[in-house]
């Protein structure tokens, strides 16, 4: 799973409360800069405290200002300003818990994104300004969309609610924002490592563990981390081996994670009941493209109906091929969890002739950034430019972007690609800065990933344009409110225009673009781009039947009957073709619905229908600049000036359609 980790700017926090000469890539010129201010100096704990204390202090003047402006036509833009203010002092600190090499640099940046927490939620049940904001003069239409959404926002985090509901409201955000930090610091503090013989490691390829750690018997010592979970899970021969590396990532969070989960569950429900909603999803959704729970259980349902035989038919082949391999009898041949990426892969070897793991050789790990970043440049006029930086950790890199035919500088963008302790272990954007054209602020994105350092799958670099296409929302967003910029939009579209590019991975217009930043790269044979192709759609109702059922226990877990966390999906789970293995805890580490995807999941699925049909204007050239330009300045540049549904319609020049996922699930 990726995700979009959601800005904290003052709308949304309301609700929830250097390298040169880097591989495949010019040198850097000596006179290029970063666009926006460079990411701050936070390496020690002190620094961290200092900024905590500075920033919570700036956002205390800047609103107390605020609170005495006269409610005139520049109250809006005060209002942003504050916002600004806000951005600039939380962001970066509340990123560096996720990123910080140190355990007591990333504690400290825990403790201090809780003061903030507890600030926002203070300013989010302000009357003052919320009278103030009804008020203000709202003469252009993107004025009304911030005042809309703003007073949303402020009414979402009970400021119209009775005194002694709005202290209720008050402390449930503050513990839920809590709580979820506590969920997240569990799964990385956790640093699981399982103990492996190199016998136990038969077919697992030899890069992903020769130069790992041993322990004292010698014993390889692997991580949970994508790199070494993925190659394991695909290609080990012993089931010892996988049960036992899928074990230790099923179970990441623990029994802590499932009281923590039952507890934010619960927290919820007594959230929404304060106004007077007996369920989390009708009150989370209902300013959402969804609008309701019956709407997004009805869009799931369609979405079942389509892919349930799909899903039992994979089933079945994996079961045979692991009958075949085994030289059981079909009934004997159960599939367990740990075998189901082992013997896709296999029948994927077997049917089209690839290998995930082969892949890798056409995809080499910086250079791929270098090819991902070169779609979006030819795509969307813009020029991605290394700078020397020094950041977070040594590895990090930093580029500046900007606007290829003019040069006119856009954004900054920093990119975390592979894994360490303690570091955030899935893939993730976090918007750290946002734009306003009205006071030349221009975005910064941090996209953080945890790829093979020999080279990327082709899932991976699919992962890699997703999370790219986040920064990308964030990095050429042209709103004229700061609180309205780049991924600010309804949530069950925010992650569209990221699934979108997706698609741009394996084709021939798209591949060749990877000799122009990478000469030496081996390009991948025509013949074999045709069966990458194909092999996609292997698989398909195992793939989507999963995110079915992620997006279902979400809603379920939320809905009007208090559920206890791991019976509901163990429940759930075991109505799978798959089933359920009793004891895994899956949901102990499924930390999208802990946060910001809670009682939203099901926008993955949402999105993905509006992704793909975002893509139909590129089927004649996937590297059309003209469509993309429009692209470009109708949906990203808009962010959230204008709801979803409206931005679809002014790329498209029709109303969204659902035609293109469903015949796509189908085939």
């Known amino acids: ?61 800047a609103l107390a200002q605020l609170e005495r402006r006269k409610v005139d036509l520049g109250w809006m833009a005060a209002f942003d300003d504050y916002a600004a203010t806000v951005e600039d002092g939380q962001s970066a600190v509340d990123f560096v818990q996720y990123v910080h090499p140190d355990k007591a640099g990333r504690d400290a940046a825990q403790a201090c994104s809780m003061r903030w927490t507890q600030f926002n939620s203070t300013v989010a049940q302000n009357e003052q300004l919320y009278k103030a904001l009804k008020r203000a003069p709202t003469p252009q239409p993107r004025d009304r ?5 703003a007073l949303g926002a402020f009414e979402d985090s009970g400021v119209s609610l009775p005194a002694p509901k ?63 979970y993925g190659p394991v899970l695909q290609s080990a021969e012993n089931p010892e081996t996988r049960r036992r590396m899928w074990e230790a990532k099923v179970n990441e969070g623990g029994e802590p994670n499932l009281r923590l989960l039952a507890e934010i569950a619960q927290l919820r429900r007594e959230y929404a009941g304060l106004f007077g909603y007996d369920n989390y999803v009708d009150f989370n959704l209902r300013r959402r493209m969804a609008g309701n729970a019956q709407a997004a259980w ?73 090819f991902a970043m070169r779609i979006i440049e030819r795509l969307m006029g813009v020029k991605y430019t290394p700078v020397p930086a020094e950041l977070w950790h040594p590895e990090v890199q930093a580029f500046a972007v900007s606007d290829a035919a003019t040069g006119k500088p856009l954004a900054n963008l920093y990119v975390d690609l592979f894994p360490r302790e303690g570091k955030y272990n899935h893939a993730a954007v976090w918007p750290l800065r946002g734009s306003a054209t009205r006071i030349g602020r221009l975005p910064a994105a941090a996209l953080v990933v945890n790829f093979n350092r020999k080279g990327l799958t082709v899932d991976e670099m699919e992962t890699l344009l997703h999370e790219l296409g986040h920064a990308v929302h964030n990095n050429l967003s042209n709103t004229f409110y700061l609180q309205q910029a ?31 930043v990478c000469a030496d790269c081996k390009p991948m044979p025509e013949a074999l781009v045709d069966k990458v192709v194909a092999a996609k759609h292997f698989g398909k109702g195992t793939q989507y039947g999963r995110q079915h059922l992620y997006a279902s226990y ?79 300045e109708r949906i990203l540049a808009q962010g959230g000036q204008k709801p979803a549904p409206e931005l679809v319609r002014d790329f498209l020049g029709r109303n969204p359609s659902n035609a293109a996922f469903f015949d796509y699930l189908k085939h």
């Open 1 to 61: 799973m990726t995700s979009m980790q959601t800005p904290r700017r003052l709308v949304g926090a309301l609700l929830l409360a250097g390298l040169t000469g880097i591989a495949g890539f010019a040198q850097a010129e000596a006179a290029a800069t970063l666009p926006a201010p460079l990411f701050p100096t936070l390496k020690t704990v002190a620094q961290i405290r200092q900024a905590c204390d500075s920033g919570l202090a700036s956002a205390k003047k």
């Open 145 to 149: 969309e911030l005042q809309r959404v």
């Open 166 to 228: 709005r202290q209720r409201a008050k402390a449930i955000i503050d513990k839920l924002g809590e709580l979820d930090q506590q969920f997240n610091k569990n799964i990385r503090d956790a640093s699981l490592q399982i103990a492996y013989t190199e016998a136990e490691l038969q077919g697992v390829p030899e890069g992903v563990w020769k130069n790992a750690r041993r322990d004292a018997q010698g014993r390889i010592l692997l991580g949970v981390d994508y790199p070494s």
């Open 298 to 370: 009805k869009f799931l349902d369609e979405v079942q109906a389509t892919v349930t035989e799909r899903e039992r038919a994979d089933v079945a082949e994996l079961q045979a091929a692991k009958a075949q391999h085994l030289g059981l009898p079909l009934a004997q041949a159960r599939v367990e969890r740990w075998d189901a990426s082992f013997y896709a892969e296999r029948l994927r070897q077997a049917r089209f002739q690839v290998d995930q793991e082969a892949l890798r050789e056409y995809f080499p790990a910086q250079e791929s950034l270098r």
């Open 486 to 516: 780049g991924t600010a939009v309804m949530h069950d579209f925010v992650e569209a225009p990221s699934q979108m590019l997706e698609d741009w991975v394996v084709n021939k217009q798209v591949l060749p673009l990877m000799r122009e």
């Open 554 to 632: 979400d809603l379920a877990l939320h809905g009007k009957d208090p559920q206890d966390p791991q019976a509901l999906w163990a429940k759930m789970e075991g109505a799978t073709p798959m089933g359920h293995v009793p004891g895994s805890k899956f949901v102990a580490g499924f930390s999208h619905i802990a946060g910001g995807y809670g009682a939203g999941y099901y926008g993955y699925l949402w999105s993905l229908v509006l992704a793909m049909d975002l893509r139909s204007p590129f089927e004649a050239n996937k590297l059309d600049a003209e469509i993309g330009r429009r692209y470009r």
